[in-house]
């Protein structure tokens, strides 16, 4: 049966993910698209429900089939792929990091943030922290990490509960008028903090950070994208550690 009406349950349940309060309450986030979902099929998280098109029944027997048109009133993407699933958020208590990390400072654009969450997981850094972040688990962070949210553990916690679990490792803040990343050699473990788009980070973390680090640019250019600047910073770095092994 496929259903047609946006009035059915499990088409207004998976309009609900869309806010961030029914995902915090039901502990459940969206993940649409093929190679997403399949994804998040592969690496064995739990998934609660799955929604396709008449198209892709065949492909996930389990899942609620739904008209075109209604697949779209409950998607967000310009052309939607017709597979949608509600999967289960990890519950990842706030804990020192087992390797080198990242930082996230009241990042605010889920772009950026999902952004730096697949370049992290591409890079080798599985755990980030997040103090005052959006969310993570938002369709347009989760799309923009590309699968890398399935793949790292996010620490998302009050600011004192972060800063403290990251005690005895040495942060490396990314600022303007750091050290030329080009130059600089990084410990063996360490964290690596992004600040806010519009602000960079905050006093208290600058104050604790035994390192801070600039990326060389043009004189025409006053600044670059937090994610851009992650993405190189993280680079680097890891660059830097192997010549050194």
Do not use: W
């Not at 994208?225 to 910073?233: C, D, L, R």
Request: with cysteine; proline share 6%; aromatic share 8%.
């Amino acid at each position: 049966m496929v259903i047609t009406s946006r009035s059915n349950p499990t088409v207004k349940f998976f309009l609900s993910l869309h806010d961030k309060k029914n995902r915090r309450q039901s502990g459940l986030y969206l993940v649409e698209g093929i190679k997403p979902v399949n994804e998040c099929i592969a690496a064995g998280l739990y998934i609660e429900k799955i929604i396709c098109t008449e198209r892709f029944s065949e492909h996930y027997p389990d899942a609620t089939v739904v008209s075109v048109d209604v697949f779209g009133s409950v998607s967000d993407e310009k052309t939607p792929q017709g597979v949608m699933a509600a999967v289960r958020m990890p519950e990842n208590v706030v804990c020192p990091p087992q390797n080198s990390c990242i930082l996230l400072d009241r990042l605010q654009d889920p772009g950026n943030l999902g952004t730096i969450i697949r370049t992290a997981n591409a890079a080798g850094f599985k755990e980030i922290y997040l103090i005052d972040c959006a969310d993570p688990f938002s369709p347009k962070a989760v799309r923009a990490s590309m699968s890398g949210i399935f793949f790292t553990k996010i620490y998302s916690g009050r600011r004192e509960e972060v800063l403290n679990a990251l005690k005895g490792i040495p942060i490396i803040c990314a600022d303007m008028h750091g050290e030329d990343i080009f130059g600089f050699t990084p410990p063996n473990k360490f964290c690596l903090c992004i600040g806010n788009e519009g602000s960079g980070i905050g006093d208290d973390i600058m104050s604790i950070a035994q390192y801070k680090i600039s990326i060389p640019m043009d004189k025409t250019c006053e600044s670059l994208n937090a994610s851009v600047s992650a993405g190189i910073a993280m680079y680097l770095l890891k660059n830097a550690q192997n010549q050194e092994k």
